[in-house]
Structure formats: C-alpha cells, structure tokens
Nanobody, 115 residues
Framework: VQLVESGGGLVQPGGSLRLSCTAS????????MSWYRQAPGKERALVGT????????NIADSVKGRFTISRDNAKNTVYLQMNSLKTEDTAVYYC?????????WGQGTQVTVSS
C-alpha cells in the first residue's frame, strides 16, 4: 500500500499550487480520501474530505473558497488545488485514505508560502 504526495514547494503569498496524491496497493475507488496538514509546532489538522463519489465535506473554515479537493478514480489520484495561498498555509500536507482497511497515510509534501 502506498500513498505518494507530490506538488509541494515554495510559493509566494497569493500564489497557487496543486498537490497530488497517487494511491497503489488498494482499491482507491472504495476509499474516502482526505487532506490534512501539519504546521510547525501544531497538531495535524483536517483540510477537507472527498467522498467515494466525489462530494467534498468537512472543508476547514480557514481554506473555504480557496482550496478545492477533487479525485480521479481512473488514475487513483486525489488532488488539492490551493489558490490565494497565505503564509499561514505553510505546512506539511498529507493525504489519508479511509475505507475497508487502513487508514493509510502518505509521507507528506512540504508547502511553504513566503515572499
């Protein structure tokens, strides 16, 4: 089982990034997928969740209107589109899979928002 995040990096405030999380080793389409993030010195927090059929739920208030979660079951991939990034969005971003087994976690990808 693997969840591999990619797409992180350094971006200026107001910029955009799209994170990807590609799954292998389990039936991706049967799993609810979520993005979490952990900022320095803080606990890991839920960013948002996407259901098996693609509906998004539990979007954190701090990212509503700026972040969008989507999934492509044919590619076993979940995405996090992040727009209008702020310095407080700086964190390690993790994807999570919840379903018949698991949960499963990725290794995380660093997002740094700084001028």
């Amino acid at each position: 089982v693997q969840l591999v995040e990619s797409g992180g990096g350094l971006v200026q405030p107001g910029g955009s990034l799209r994170l990807s999380c590609t799954a292998s080793g389990f039936t991706f389409s049967r799993y609810v997928m979520s993005w979490y993030r952990q900022a320095p010195g803080k606990e890991r927090a839920l960013v948002g969740t996407i259901t098996i059929v693609g509906g998004t739920t539990n979007i954190a208030d701090s990212v509503k209107g700026r972040f969008t979660i989507s999934r492509d079951n044919a590619k076993n991939t979940v995405y996090l589109q992040m727009n209008s990034l702020k310095t407080e969005d700086t964190a390690v971003y993790y994807c999570n899979a919840m379903g018949p087994e698991g949960p499963y976690w990725g290794q995380g990808t660093q997002v740094t928002v700084s001028s």
